[in-house]
């Protein structure tokens, strides 16, 4: 027992440096920072799922305190603690009591969701920061990015033949109509953003993304370091519950209701009912694409036009398609 209790303190001890190097990265690097906060939330991970909770804690408060005695930024130890120990700690409990890839991801997203709208709210309230704005203000600055970029590509075409000329401008043309699109849609999120009307459906949405993203980047990390995340499911196996289907209509039923708090949970409910779908059609098209065979290409391209015009429109038809279907032969 004192042997396993001087391992665990050693391995906390090592944990911690290694966290805090990660946290300091992450502080001070603007680009590779982002990146590197998906991984910082790995000492903890190890910590907790091999010594429990208690460790882990002490690993994540002892990290908190180093990192703002080297930076003096207290923000940082709201950092350590809320936005990387939380997500390690509950990855780690969740390995250590065995569970599945499913039910550790979902306890994943739950703890991103309590810690954004802690970070959000919180930092509205005590530091009048309003974090929404500058994610909209962000987001209006790549739409201009965007249209100005190639602005000026229609009068690129000098010096060469009519015909040449006259095909060049044309898939400029289109190019160009292509990417003033996007950024109309950039501009209408930003918008719709900034209002604080999606906010819960942003918050349910990107932690499920976040506890996503996480999750399968700490798993090749973590099973070095001697903690073996569960693999998730292949794309082609995910079948998201059939019922789904009728969250846009409940969405809608609320929405006519002449309240605004009920037309405000249903605007929120019609958002991720609409992503649910479109995510059940993206899975449904990998299924009929690829079967069993495991082709990292096509789930890319799958992957990838989620961010591009038309694509999400044609997953969303294929999961709607998906969920009657299902629900007719009563598979669930």
């Known amino acids: 027992m004192r042997q396993d209790s001087t391992k665990a303190i050693v391995e906390s001890g090592l944990m911690s440096a290694l966290a805090v190097i990660l946290v300091l990265m992450g502080w001070y690097l603007p680009v590779v920072g982002a990146l590197i906060s998906l991984i910082a939330p790995l000492p903890f991970l190890v910590v907790s799922a091999k010594h429990g909770l208690r460790y882990g804690a002490i690993t994540v408060a002892v990290s908190a305190l180093i990192s703002y005695f080297l930076t003096g930024d207290p923000l940082i130890i709201v950092s350590v603690v809320l936005s990387l120990g939380s ?12 569970y599945s890839a499913e039910r550790t991801l979902l306890l994943g997203a739950a703890v991103f969701v309590i810690v954004t709208t802690l970070i959000l709210y919180g930092s509205q309230l005590i530091l009048h920061q309003n974090i929404l704005k500058e994610m909209a203000d962000v987001m209006r600055q790549s739409a ?6 190639f602005a000026g590509t229609g009068t ?38 900034e209002s604080g009307l999606m906010t819960p459906a942003l918050i349910l949405l990107g932690s499920v993304l976040l ?49 605004s708090y009920t037309a405000f949970l249903g605007f929120n409910l019609y958002v991720i009912g609409l992503y649910y779908l479109i995510f059940c059609g993206m899975f449904y098209l990998c299924r009929i694409l690829l079967g ?14 989620l961010v591009f015009p038309y694509f999400p429109q044609v997953y969303f038809l294929f999961g709607i398609y998906d969920c009657i279907m299902r629900l007719l032969r009563r598979e669930g």
């Open 87 to 98: 997500i390690g700690l509950a990855l780690g409990w969740a390995v250590s009591h065995g």
């Open 144 to 149: 201009t990015m965007l249209e100005s970029q």
């Open 156 to 193: 690129a075409t000098g010096g060469m033949t009519a015909t040449t000329a006259t095909t060049a401008t044309g898939a400029t043309s289109t190019a160009t109509s292509s990417l003033k699109g996007i950024a109309e849609t950039y501009k209408q999120y930003a918008d719709t953003l």
């Open 211 to 259: 506890a996503f993203y996480n999750y399968i980047i700490l798993k090749p990390f973590a099973q070095r370091l001697g903690v073996a995340l569960p693999n998730l499911p292949t794309m082609q196996e995910i079948r998201l519950p059939a019922l789904g289907v009728w969250f846009i209509p409940a969405a809608l039923l609320l929405m006519v209701i002449k309240s």
């Open 292 to 305: 069993e065979k495991d082709n990292k290409f096509v789930k890319a391209l799958l992957i990838i036009g």
